[in-house]
Every structure is written in C-alpha cells, then in structure tokens.
C-alpha cells in the first residue's frame, strides 16, 4: 500500500502563507483522488479540500475557499495545498489522503491511505 510523506507544515503569522506537499512513497497516487484533512486540538478530522485524479472536479470546505488551492504536480506525482490569508483558527495538523476512486469525496471513509501529518501553527 502507498505510503503518503507530508511536508511544508510550520508556524506563521496571520495573514501569512504555506503550501503543503504529499509525495508517495512505495508507489503512485496518479490514478486516484486526493485529499487534504486537519485536525486541531480536541477537535475531529475535519476536511479542507479535495481533487479528483485529474483535476476537473475540486472540493473545498466553506472555511478555506478563497484562501486555500489544491493542485498537482504529475511529474513529481505530487498533491500540494496553498494556503493563502491563514488565520489562528487553521492551526491544526494537516493530513494528506488518497482516495479509494478516481473522484473525490468529502469524508474520510472516501479515502485509504493517510499521511503522518505536518503541523501548521498561526500565530495572531
């Protein structure tokens, strides 16, 4: 089974950005959709945006649209997430998923494999 290795995570102020990327390792994510989820402290997984394997259908949760990108890399087979405009409330680590199918879902039943997480920290 892929393995997915998140990077980018770091502490930031507000109004500052990351971007976040997902490599496999051990094999390809190519031909299936992706996912990032976060999770803050004493909180649930909650998704943040999603892509199918090709890139013409692209979710994002209402609390990062505007802010937040989702894209991919085919030559590096990598997922990154751009995050624009960060705010204290995106603290969280930050979880990279692949998807079971070709097209993305919303939950976290859709997908199979997870990362480690990457911590993002906003500072005000």
């Known amino acids: 089974q892929v393995q997915l290795v998140e990077s980018g995570g770091g502490l930031v102020q507000a109004g500052g950005s990351l971007r976040l990327s997902c490599a496999p390792s051990?094999?390809?994510?190519?031909?299936?959709?992706m996912a990032w989820f976060r999770q803050a402290p004493g909180k649930e997984r909650e998704f943040v945006s999603a892509?199918?394997?090709?890139?013409?259908?692209?979710y994002y949760a209402d609390s990062v649209k505007g802010r937040f990108t989702i894209s991919r890399d085919g030559a590096k087979d990598t997922v990154y997430l751009q995050m624009n405009s960060l705010r204290p409330e995106d603290t969280a680590v930050y979880y990279c998923?692949?998807?079971?199918?070709?097209?993305?879902?919303?939950?976290?039943?859709?997908?199979?494999?997870w990362g480690q997480g990457t911590q993002v920290t906003v500072s005000s």
């Open positions: 998923a692949k998807g079971r199918t070709i097209l993305p879902g919303r939950n976290s039943h859709d997908y199979d494999s």
């Open positions: 051990g094999g390809s994510f190519s031909r299936f959709a």
């Open positions: 892509r199918s394997w090709n890139g013409v259908v692209n």
